[in-house]
């Protein structure tokens, strides 16, 4: 262009470089830029924004701060050094950040977005939906506000409100995947809802953006030797602290690597300690955070993989359009979703007898691959404490609790719960878990109790803590009450592993059936009710019966140990078995 300097031109090549995805080459002209003037506050900027896009958030932190000493004045410097912290998980800088944004620009709907989803982050709920409403005042057509506040008020136990606006978000984008997942995930939390529902939810979602996929499939030239050793893929951006994280590890840790290879697709940046074990315990591990969906299938297809394992579902880190192109001969769901995924391209589903009885199976569109145990292994944390005594043999009154999320206490639970705790007048019920302690969350709940003629100071509310001081708040808990239609998972374990039983209702979901199998895999058997007028029954009694319940309490931990929940060894044998089955069936056809 015409008076453009050379400096100008090269940057704006560069940016053409960068809108194109280029960004190698777009990384190269801004170096470029910089040697020739190490001034340049929007070449720093935007050579940092290349670092963030490429999960390399301390360089990214490194050369926006850069830019930000040059011009601390323009508020996209800003946000972006917010980004680069929300993906280091540094959300207080984050929060900093994005306020000086709104300094500077105070009308920014992406702002304030950002900074409501760092408040969600840190379970800040009610800042992050007066954010995310002054956002959506400024961009009414924000389909990812729509749907990150429709999370949040889901977490607030506002679920019907949040359902309207996952809808709402739909009707803006109808391919946002994450608003779609969580109004799939928001299902299982309606008591009333049937699996025939969920089916035929899931199923809409595989003919209007799976479906159309079908024509890219190609025939697999996998050698089809039923006897060689077969390579399982797994896909995950939950290969670290996590549920999936915790209830997976002991199983590939224990394949057997002389009849299996283990390539882990590993779609997550943060790294930990589990992490590195999943690293460790793979026969191939490959980064994909970087990749699209169908860049990724490509890559499975080149690893030549045979059996492919979906370890997410609908959820907000899913990859089921990967599956949808077929790039495995034979596609499992498992541990990271509560039912079935609707996609005709998944063949099978790992579940267990508990998870899915055989009456059931009509409402999974996959084939139900059955572990003889339990659907998972836990892998409990080294850093939990000794299970301490029964608290209620020294304190003056009996303590229930459920560290469950907020939108897992259905109205219907809390009755429940009222009648328990109106059947043993000497009691109280904690309740923990990350934004519970804040007054949208913890005071309507307190007065649901109310309502049911419970005294609201009977109901203690308390929010988040590190991992090690939730498992000790177990140390106050005398028995565990599960949620219902949804019950807990990990938190089941966790309770279990802190020698606290858990009193639990299975309904007919997947969601509603995951502490029965957990419980029954224990042997705890005794704790599993037939419907909710046994589940106040036998809360009650065991409330009442304190040897019991502090013999129970005694030997939980050690019969967890030996128990097949946290038998790796053992879920790993099985797991072959079945997959070797599969995949001879697969060779015979």
């Not at 219907?412 to 990350?434: D, F, G």
Request: net charge neutral; glycine share 6%; charged share 20%.
């Amino acid at each position: 262009m015409p008076g453009m300097t050379p400096l100008s031109e090269a940057l704006a090549l560069a940016v053409q470089h960068h809108q194109a995805g280029r960004l190698q080459a777009a990384e190269q002209v801004y170096r470029h830029i910089l040697s020739v003037d190490s001034v340049n506050a929007e070449a720093w900027h935007l050579l940092g924004v290349v670092a963030l896009q490429c999960g390399q958030h301390d360089r990214a932190v490194e050369y926006i701060s850069r830019a930000i000493q040059l011009n601390g004045s323009d508020s996209v410097f800003h946000l972006n050094l917010g980004n680069c912290f929300m993906g280091q998980g540094k959300s207080d800088e984050a929060i900093a950040c994005f306020r000086r944004a709104l300094d500077w620009m105070p009308n920014s709907a992406t702002a304030h977005y950002n900074l409501a989803t760092a408040f969600s982050a840190q379970g800040k709920l009610d800042g992050a939906v007066a954010h995310f409403v002054q956002g959506l005042e400024l961009k009414p057509d924000h389909a990812e506000a729509y749907n990150n506040l429709g999370a949040v008020l889901q977490s607030q136990r506002k679920l019907d409100e949040a359902i309207v606006l996952y809808r709402r978000a739909l009707e803006i984008n109808p391919d946002n995947s994450e608003a779609r997942a969580n109004f799939l995930l928001s299902l299982p939390y309606h008591a009333g809802t049937t699996l025939a529902q969920l089916a035929a939810a899931h199923a809409d979602v595989d003919n209007r953006h799976a479906a159309p996929l079908r024509a890219t499939w190609e025939s697999h030239a996998n050698d089809r030797n039923p006897e060689r050793v077969i390579r399982l893929g797994f896909v995950s951006a939950d290969f670290g602290h996590h549920p999936v994280g915790y209830f997976l590890i002991r199983v590939l840790e224990n394949l057997d690597r002389s009849r299996c290879e283990l390539v882990c697709y590993a779609d997550r940046i943060a790294k930990d300690d589990l992490t590195r074990r999943f690293e460790a315990a793979c026969t191939t591990w490959r980064e994909v955070q970087a990749l699209s969906n169908q860049a990724l299938a490509a890559q499975i297809r080149a690893d030549r993989i045979d059996i492919l394992f979906d370890l997410a579902g609908h959820t907000a880190t899913q990859r089921l359009l990967v599956f949808a192109h077929k790039p495995a001969p034979i596609q499992a769901t498992w541990a990271g979703y509560v039912g079935t995924t609707g996609l005709t391209a998944i063949d099978y589903i790992l579940a267990d007898r508990y998870e899915i009885p055989p009456e059931a199976e009509r409402h999974y569109c996959e084939r139900v691959l059955r572990m003889p145990d339990g659907y998972v292994t836990y892998d409990p944390p080294d850093y939990a404490p000794p299970v301490s005594p029964l608290p209620a043999l020294v304190q003056p009154f009996f303590t229930f609790g459920s560290f469950n999320k907020p939108a897992k206490i259905t109205p219907q639970i809390v009755k429940v719960w009222a009648n328990i705790l109106t059947r043993v007048p000497r009691s109280r019920l904690v309740l923990k878990y990350r934004g519970m302690e804040e007054s949208s969350v913890g005071g309507p709940l307190r007065q649901e109790f109310a309502n049911q003629g419970v005294d609201p100071s009977r109901v203690e509310c308390l929010g988040w803590s590190s991992p090690p001081q939730l498992l000790s708040e177990y140390g106050r808990i005398d028995l565990a009450l599960d949620t219902y239609p949804y019950n807990g998972g990990l938190t089941t374990c966790e309770a279990l592993w802190m020698g606290v039983p858990v009193v639990t209702c299975p309904g007919e979901t997947f969601a509603s059936r995951h502490s029965l199998s957990h419980l029954s895999n224990v042997g705890l058997t005794e704790t599993i009710a037939r419907d909710l007028n046994e589940y106040v029954e036998l809360a009650a009694s065991l409330a009442t019966d304190l040897p019991r319940l502090a013999a129970i309490r005694t030997g939980l931990r050690d019969r967890m140990a030996a128990s097949p929940l946290c038998d790796g060894k053992r879920f790993a044998n099985h797991l072959m078995a079945l997959l070797r089955d599969i995949w001879r069936r697969h060779c015979a056809k």
